[in-house]
């Protein structure tokens, strides 16, 4: 400017910048076009009257979507802020009539507390909820506000599949099979919500929507489920479920497998790995290139806790917990517990198979010719992974149990990739157990009253060892041999969710009992093939037959030709109006295609071009709406498909919308 000024040029620039965008000033400056534009872009978005012309909102998209100039975008966005008294004006106003507003983040902030307010008093929709969080997708601030909408997301996704389902079933196969099948979701729904609720760090903001997914979660879902599930197990003799695999049987049955058909196989068991994490680690590998995996359920033993589950796993022939208060599991005399005594084990499962037990980060830090080795040098390996349980099990630490979850999924793929590069080609994933889970502190009604008697020589939240216990109310009580065990024990369980009370323990993350969440234990099969198999979704500009601009700006209809999955990947593209020699006429808008419904109508996305005042150049002739995809990681972009229009407006004037 002060070059400007010197060349004697500021009177002729501010007279340009009036022709261009109809800033007229007494004692125009930079400072004073800015605010001018962004209030002046601010109503416009709006529909409402503004100072500056319809190019200036071209010019302002272009700038706040431009990387380098978004920086500076969101400094003065900032700073205008107030002046502008932005943070009034929103507070009046509708939120439903600001979702294509993202100016300022201030619009972003009412908008969540608007939707976080709905959904705690009932006054908007999961469905309304889902659609506008992927509407602000598309905000410039998303990613500041990430994690927020995130957990937005889970929780309308919590309630609708809440009220979606019907938590009833008339036997053990039926609530294993509906739980394995699609309850899950709930607890990944809610665990997710979880994660992202403590990641935005606003407990203030959210802390009403968490206590209504808090309360609904526990009271219309974990126990509601479990007691149901609780009046099939108190019918059952013994522990076995007709048509559903036992972990006990997880060597012969999955390994076993492998081994008589003279394939290697590799297992990775990672404590406490809920069978809804499994199924979220099952869609992180799908969506590897090349990578294909299925998941399974079987039914953990029972008491579900680490020592019995682990050597569950093993080649078994006759397990028994020791009388006494360790709780340790024997192979007839074997001990299973420790490294050295699983190898054992493993050597028994079939004659000459060379073993191994390793660890989970021995085996990702071995360099890749190590891993290569050890994989040629052996036909069954074991590796043992342990975080969620780690972290979970520990009264300091419990409530860290979601972060573990992702630290643990980033670790499984680690691993399967290591262990692909190794040259395995057979890997199975499974745990020892899962866990039940809720975040607030329990309440003095979700301990079990239950006062056990007798020879008591071992207990946990979960579950009671001793020697002719009797029968206690509250409580399901197991003969050793009814849950295919060989030791002379009884074994007492609490009904549904019930902790019991023991002195220094964690209660909020448990496991040990009978639960579905503890129980559905999970086996993923992970193959790589040899071809590429990722592509990403399809999309059309929709014709409705009219191929006619006749005003400033111009709404058009995208459509994702099917659902985003593991395999078939979402597609981000840059969307603009182009004259037939290549002019850009219009702003550019970044255009993600994500939708993950299987209904058509769900996928649809519209936009909004508005014309520059290059476009008056080429009035009557055909123009181009553009779909660029870019070349990888470069700057240079290609393009993906592209629409014809006429251009073809009467009289060409700045506000024609």
Same mark, same amino acid.
């Given at each position: 400017?002060?070059?400007?000024?010197?060349?004697?040029?500021?009177?002729?620039?501010?007279?340009?910048?009036?022709?261009?965008?109809?800033?007229?000033?007494?004692?125009?400056?930079?400072?004073?076009?800015?605010?001018?534009?962004?209030?002046?872009?601010?109503?416009?978005?709006?529909?409402?009257?503004?100072?500056?012309?319809?190019?200036?909102?071209?010019?302002?998209?272009?700038?706040?979507?431009?990387?380098?100039?978004?920086?500076?975008?969101?400094?003065?966005?900032?700073?205008?802020?107030?002046?502008?008294?932005?943070?009034?004006?929103?507070?009046?106003?509708?939120?439903?009539?600001?979702?294509?507003?993202?100016?300022?983040?201030?619009?972003?902030?009412?908008?969540?507390?608007?939707?976080?307010?709905?959904?705690?008093?009932?006054?908007?929709?999961?469905?309304?909820?889902?659609?506008?969080?992927?509407?602000?997708?598309?905000?410039?601030?998303?990613?500041?506000?990430?994690?927020?909408?995130?957990?937005?997301?889970?929780?309308?996704?919590?309630?609708?599949?809440?009220?979606?389902?019907?938590?009833?079933?008339?036997?053990?196969?039926?609530?294993?099979?509906?739980?394995?099948?699609?309850?899950?979701?709930?607890?990944?729904?809610?665990?997710?919500?979880?994660?992202?609720?403590?990641?935005?760090?606003?407990?203030?903001?959210?802390?009403?929507?968490?206590?209504?997914?808090?309360?609904?979660?526990?009271?219309?879902?974990?126990?509601?489920?479990?007691?149901?599930?609780?009046?099939?197990?108190?019918?059952?003799?013994?522990?076995?479920?007709?048509?559903?695999?036992?972990?006990?049987?997880?060597?012969?049955?999955?390994?076993?497998?492998?081994?008589?058909?003279?394939?290697?196989?590799?297992?990775?068991?990672?404590?406490?790995?809920?069978?809804?994490?499994?199924?979220?680690?099952?869609?992180?590998?799908?969506?590897?290139?090349?990578?294909?995996?299925?998941?399974?359920?079987?039914?953990?033993?029972?008491?579900?806790?680490?020592?019995?589950?682990?050597?569950?796993?093993?080649?078994?022939?006759?397990?028994?917990?020791?009388?006494?208060?360790?709780?340790? !599991? #024997?192979?007839? %005399?074997? +001990?299973?517990?420790?490294?050295?005594?699983?190898? /054992?084990?493993?050597?028994? *499962?079939?004659?000459?198979?060379?073993?191994?037990?390793?660890?989970?980060?021995?085996?990702?830090?071995?360099?890749?010719?190590?891993?290569?080795?050890?994989?040629?040098?052996?036909?069954?390996?074991?590796?043992?992974?342990?975080?969620?349980?780690?972290?979970?099990?520990?009264?300091?630490?419990?409530?860290?149990?979601?972060?573990?979850?992702?630290?643990?999924?980033?670790?499984?793929?680690?691993?399967?990739?290591?262990?692909?590069?190794?040259?395995?080609?057979?890997?199975?994933?499974?745990?020892?157990?899962?866990?039940?889970?809720?975040?607030?502190?329990?309440?003095?009604?979700?301990?079990?009253?239950?006062?056990?008697?007798?020879?008591?020589?071992?207990?946990?939240?979960?579950? !009671? #060892?001793?020697? %002719?216990? +009797?029968?206690?109310?509250?409580?399901?009580?197991? /003969?050793?041999?009814?849950? *295919?065990?060989?030791?002379?024990?009884?074994?007492?369980?609490?009904?549904?969710?019930?902790?019991?009370?023991?002195?220094?323990?964690?209660?909020?993350?448990?496991?040990?009992?009978?639960?579905?969440?503890?129980?559905?234990?999970?086996?993923?099969?992970?193959?790589?093939?040899?071809?590429?198999?990722?592509?990403?979704?399809?999309?059309?500009?929709?014709?409705?037959?009219?191929?006619?601009?006749?005003?400033?700006?111009?709404?058009?209809?995208?459509?994702?030709?099917?659902?985003?999955?593991?395999?078939?990947?979402?597609?981000?593209?840059?969307?603009?109006?182009?004259?037939?020699?290549?002019?850009?006429?219009?702003?550019?808008?970044?255009?993600?295609?994500?939708?993950?419904?299987?209904?058509?109508?769900?996928?649809?996305?519209?936009?909004?071009?508005?014309?520059?005042? /290059?476009?008056?150049?080429?009035?009557?002739?055909?123009?181009?709406?553009?779909?660029?995809?870019?070349?990888?990681?470069?700057?240079?972009?290609?393009?993906?498909?592209?629409?014809?229009?006429?251009?073809?407006?009467?009289?060409?004037?700045?506000?024609?919308?």
């Amino acid at each position: 400017m002060k070059l400007i000024d010197r060349c004697g040029l500021t009177e002729v620039l501010w007279k340009q910048v009036g022709s261009a965008y109809g800033y007229q000033a007494k004692d125009p400056g930079i400072e004073d076009f800015a605010l001018t534009l962004f209030k002046s872009c601010y109503a416009m978005i709006l529909n409402e009257d503004a100072s500056l012309n319809a190019e200036a909102l071209v010019l302002f998209r272009r700038w706040k979507n431009d990387k380098t100039g978004a920086a500076h975008f969101e400094t003065l966005s900032k700073r205008f802020v107030g002046p502008l008294a932005i943070s009034t004006d929103v507070a009046k106003r509708d939120f439903r009539y600001l979702m294509d507003l993202d100016v300022f983040e201030e619009v972003d902030r009412h908008i969540i507390r608007q939707i976080v307010q709905g959904m705690a008093n009932h006054t908007v929709t999961p469905n309304e909820v889902l659609r506008w969080v992927m509407e602000r997708q598309s905000s410039h601030w998303h990613t500041q506000f990430e994690h927020i909408y995130r957990a937005i997301h889970f929780a309308a996704e919590f309630q609708k599949g809440l009220a979606e389902a019907t938590l009833g079933m008339t036997s053990l196969a039926e609530g294993f099979q509906r739980y394995a099948s699609s309850w899950y979701r709930l607890d990944q729904y809610y665990r997710r919500f979880i994660y992202h609720f403590e990641k935005s760090a606003m407990a203030t903001l959210l802390g009403t929507l968490f206590e209504r997914i808090e309360n609904l979660y526990v009271n219309n879902y974990l126990v509601k489920l479990n007691d149901a599930w609780q009046e099939q197990i108190n019918k059952a003799a013994t522990w076995i479920i007709p048509g559903v695999p036992q972990q006990m049987d997880f060597y012969r049955d999955q390994v076993g497998e492998y081994r008589r058909s003279g394939q290697k196989v590799c297992v990775i068991i990672s404590d406490a790995l809920r069978y809804e994490i499994a199924e979220e680690f099952l869609s992180r590998i799908r969506a590897l290139d090349r990578f294909d995996a299925e998941l399974q359920p079987i039914l953990g033993v029972l008491p579900s806790y680490t020592q019995l589950g682990m050597a569950a796993l093993l080649p078994n022939h006759a397990l028994r917990i020791a009388d006494d208060d360790s709780t340790l !599991v #024997f192979d007839g %005399d074997q +001990p299973t517990s420790g490294s050295v005594n699983r190898e /054992k084990l493993l050597a028994t *499962g079939r004659k000459d198979d060379r073993v191994t037990v390793q660890g989970a980060d021995a085996i990702k830090g071995m360099k890749t010719d190590e891993a290569k080795a050890l994989f040629r040098d052996h036909d069954v390996i074991y590796v043992y992974h342990n975080k969620i349980d780690a972290i979970g099990d520990k009264l300091t630490t419990e409530g860290d149990v979601t972060q573990a979850v992702e630290d643990t999924l980033e670790d499984l793929v680690t691993l399967v990739r290591k262990l692909t590069s190794a040259n395995a080609t057979n890997i199975l994933v499974t745990a020892d157990h899962g866990f039940i889970y809720q975040h607030r502190e329990l309440e003095e009604s979700d301990f079990s009253v239950a006062e056990v008697q007798g020879n008591v020589l071992a207990r946990n939240r979960r579950f !009671v #060892f001793g020697k %002719d216990l +009797p029968s206690t109310s509250g409580m399901k009580k197991f /003969k050793s041999a009814d849950l *295919g065990l060989t030791s002379d024990l009884d074994v007492l369980i609490p009904n549904s969710i019930n902790r019991l009370r023991v002195k220094g323990a964690g209660s909020r993350f448990v496991h040990g009992g009978a639960s579905l969440q503890e129980i559905v234990v999970p086996v993923v099969r992970v193959g790589k093939g040899r071809e590429s198999d990722l592509r990403q979704v399809d999309v059309q500009i929709v014709n409705t037959g009219k191929s006619l601009i006749t005003s400033g700006q111009v709404s058009v209809t995208f459509y994702q030709l099917r659902a985003v999955t593991d395999k078939v990947q979402q597609r981000q593209l840059r969307g603009a109006i182009y004259a037939s020699d290549g002019e850009l006429i219009s702003d550019v808008q970044d255009l993600n295609f994500a939708f993950t419904s299987e209904n058509p109508r769900e996928r649809e996305l519209s936009k909004k071009f508005l014309l520059s005042r /290059k476009a008056d150049a080429y009035n009557n002739q055909d123009v181009f709406l553009r779909l660029d995809e870019q070349v990888g990681k470069t700057s240079h972009y290609q393009e993906y498909a592209h629409q014809r229009f006429q251009l073809k407006r009467g009289i060409t004037t700045d506000f024609d919308f």
